[in-house]
Antibody, heavy 120, light 112 residues
Framework: QVQLVQSGAEVKKPGASVKVSCKAS????????MHWVRQAPGQGLEWMGR????????NYAQKFQGRVTMTRDTSISTAYMELSRLRSDDTAVYYC?????????????WGQGTLVTVSS | QSALTQPASVSGSPGQSITISCTGT?????????VSWYQQHPGKAPKLMIY???KRPSGVSNRFSGSKSGNTASLTISGLQAEDEADYYC????????????FGGGTKLTVL
């Protein structure tokens, strides 16, 4: 069965960086894009970007350009999302979600989420 | 890209039907048949309920249906059940010159 298992909760200081991992199993990792979505406490979902695990190509939401980096390690079927220059308003649950190559906005499987808390 | 517009809350009694709207623009909802809907219970990850406007993934109840008219997409839940109480989010592909995805602000469904 398809599973996306994310790394554990993080506490970071303002200005620091955080790197969240998402380990995929139960399907061909390189056959699906991996998207990242975040949700601030009590707020809605916000799309951050995606990575093509096959090529490593990325697309980032304009809001996060210059601060976010998405990478992958195909040998261990794991995608990563790194966010730098953290601010308090980056406190959120970060999700990874799988999307088929031609499916564009069909996020069919999601990770369990990783809480990132930014606090001095 | 602005978020899609959803009502903050809707409510209905068990057995009734409700509809949640999702209004975008001609750059997203209006241009593509690529709206998806997600159900999220408190403390849980979102779950795909509808994709490509009106298609249901395997395992999703046929009480959930989707449609679109112009720049507005809609999610209808018929035969409301207590377990349907959750937050619902719409999502649309919004790319033109660059790949982009936008979400709605979310709608809290209360089953009375």
């Amino acid at each position: 069965q398809v599973q996306l298992v994310q790394s554990g909760a993080e506490v970071k200081k303002p200005g620091a960086s955080v790197k969240v991992s998402c380990k995929a199993s139960g399907y061909t990792f390189t056959g699906y894009y991996m998207h990242w979505v975040r949700q601030a406490p009590g707020q809605g979902l916000e799309w951050m970007g995606r990575i093509n695990p096959n090529s490593g190509g990325t697309n980032y939401a304009q809001k996060f350009q210059g601060r976010v980096t998405m990478t992958r390690d195909t040998s261990i079927s794991t995608a990563y999302m790194e966010l730098s220059r953290l601010r308090s308003d980056d406190t959120a649950v970060y999700y990874c979600a799988r999307v088929g190559i031609a499916a564009l906005a069909r996020l069919d499987y999601w990770g369990q989420g990783t809480l990132v808390t930014v606090s001095s | 890209q602005s978020a899609l517009t959803q009502p903050a809350s809707v409510s209905g009694s068990p057995g009734q039907s409700i509809t949640i709207s999702c209004t975008g623009t001609s750059s997203d909802v209006g241009s593509y048949n690529l709206v998806s809907w997600y159900q999220q219970h408190p403390g849980k990850a979102p779950k795909l309920m509808i994709y490509e406007g009106s298609k249901r993934p395997s395992g999703v109840s046929n009480r959930f249906s989707g449609s679109k008219s112009g720049n507005t997409a809609s999610l209808t839940i018929s035969g409301l059940q207590a377990e349907d109480e959750a937050d619902y989010y719409c999502c649309s592909y919004a790319g033109s010159s660059t790949f982009n995805v936008v979400f709605g602000g979310g709608t809290k469904l209360t089953v009375l």
